[in-house]
């Protein structure tokens, strides 16, 4: 029987030892892992997105490439690109960075729509097409991207097809002032990330993800999902809604949240903890509420307070 809490715990306190006071969000990224999903870390620079992408690598012992976007770059860059041998005369194709397990895209909003399309298919399918071969990527494969929401110009929005591709949305904001001292401290002679060591095995990862799949959930909560995802179409503010694709990531994440915290079994309170992450980005605001500056979170908490709690009575 695999301990799914055990090694996901495992693998939370190797990435607090550089990642300080931000054990939520730290566990909000390894059940993204749990779950097989993809991650966009949206906030300002210099909060340790990167570092804790390296540091997640490293403690899963799975292979690391980061991809730095910018406006001249080309989806080969990122594919890779078959190049002609002159000695054998045929052609023998280069893999480009997106064929690692843990792929970190930083900045993804600065490269142009072409290239970010990119990430389309190896999202999804877990494969890359290059010159009409298709290439399978290295099981578990997980794509953190990041972005600054604050700095616009140079920028290029992420289409909602892209958007609607991660499973999850997370902020790490600043920390707190004890624990800024602590990354003081412990930054003083060498990086903690350069010290992490690896805090389970990629077989064990794997073994954790296939058994998050056996998380059971009663067909209440599957409603309560639903019903959850829908109301995202038919909110006022709203001007495109979470897609099925949002229910399946609310399911999923339930699944790997309840396997974390020592259940088999996913509760409301679950989905209640999971719906900002998995369905904010999801949404597009209407021109009215944009203008009231509306933001999607708010209105995931509006659809929350208004959704009956399957099995709670309501009061009279």
């Not at 910018?70 to 893999?95: A, Y």
């Not at 972005?147 to 909602?160: A, K, M, R, S, V």
Request: with cysteine; hydrophobic share 40%; proline share 6%.
């Amino acid at each position: 029987m695999v301990d799914v809490q055990e090694i996901g715990n495992r693998i939370v306190d190797n990435v607090e030892q550089v990642i300080v006071g931000k054990r939520p969000e730290v566990q909000m990224t390894v059940l993204g892992l749990l779950s097989q999903g993809h991650i966009l870390i949206e906030d300002v620079p210099g909060v340790g997105k990167t570092v804790l992408a390296k540091s997640l690598a490293r403690s899963v012992g799975c292979s690391f490439q980061r991809i730095q976007f910018t406006p001249d770059m080309l989806p080969s860059d990122i594919t890779g690109v078959s190049v002609f041998n002159v000695k054998t005369r045929e052609f023998e194709f280069r893999p480009g960075p997106i064929h690692a397990q843990i792929v970190l895209v930083d900045e993804i909003n600065r490269a142009t729509p072409k290239t970010q399309s990119a990430l389309l298919e190896a999202m999804e399918e877990r494969q890359v097409t290059v010159d009409g071969h298709t290439y399978h990527l290295e099981q578990p494969f997980m794509v953190l991207a990041t972005q600054n929401p604050i700095e616009y110009e140079g920028t290029f929005p992420l289409p909602e097809a892209q958007l609607d591709r991660f499973l999850l949305r997370i902020r790490l904001g600043y920390p707190a002032k004890h624990d800024e001292i602590v990354i003081l401290d412990r930054q003083q002679h060498v990086h903690p990330v350069d010290e992490i060591e690896q805090a389970v095995s990629v077989e064990e990862l794997l073994a954790a993800q296939r058994a998050v799949k056996d998380i059971y959930l009663d067909e209440k909560v599957k409603d309560y999902i639903v019903e959850i995802v829908r109301r995202t179409r038919e909110h006022p503010d709203v001007y495109l809604g979470a897609s099925s694709r949002g229910a399946l990531a609310i399911y999923r994440l339930g699944q790997a949240r309840a396997a974390l915290f020592g259940r088999d079994y996913v509760l409301p309170d679950d989905v209640k903890a999971l719906a900002q992450v998995a369905l904010a980005h999801r949404i597009i605001v209407g021109p009215a509420a944009r203008i009231k500056d509306i933001e999607p979170d708010a209105i995931v908490q509006d659809i929350l307070n208004q959704v009956p709690v399957p099995g709670a009575q309501v009061r009279a």
